[in-house]
């Protein structure tokens, strides 16, 4: 069973920056997505941003201009998250998710907290 490992969360100003990094994908058979989703206290895990093999980035429309999802094309191990112009409903614990033709795989989570 693949793991994956998600880094790179943390506390961030409003309007700052961070990137997420999700890495372990490269043994996983079949992939068809890579993406993220996120999940806020009191609410249900919700879809962040996803890009396709061999196709553009989609993404939710509360993030839409601020956060770009990407991939490591050399390796296929990694899926990164940059978020820009972070705000506060932007707190949540966010989940790497693998797509694959038999089945998805997800992430532990990684904390981001936007506050002063």
């Known amino acids: 069973q693949a793991q994956l490992v998600e880094s790179g969360g943390g506390l961030v100003q409003p309007g700052g920056s961070l990137r997420l990094s999700c890495a372990g994908a490269?043994?996983?058979?079949?992939?068809?997505?890579m993406g993220w989703y996120r999940q806020a206290p009191g609410k249900q895990r919700e879809f962040v941003a996803a890009i396709r093999m061999g196709g553009s980035p989609e993404y939710a429309d509360s993030v839409k201009g601020r956060f770009a999802c990407s991939r490591d094309r050399r390796t296929g191990d990694a899926v990164y998250l940059q978020m820009n112009n972070v705000k506060p409903e932007d707190t949540a614990v966010y989940y790497c998710?693998?797509?694959?033709?038999?089945?998805?795989?997800w992430g532990q989570g990684t904390q981001v907290t936007v506050g002063a």
């Open positions: 998710k693998i797509w694959t033709t038999w089945g998805d795989y």
């Open positions: 490269g043994s996983i058979a079949g992939i068809t997505r």
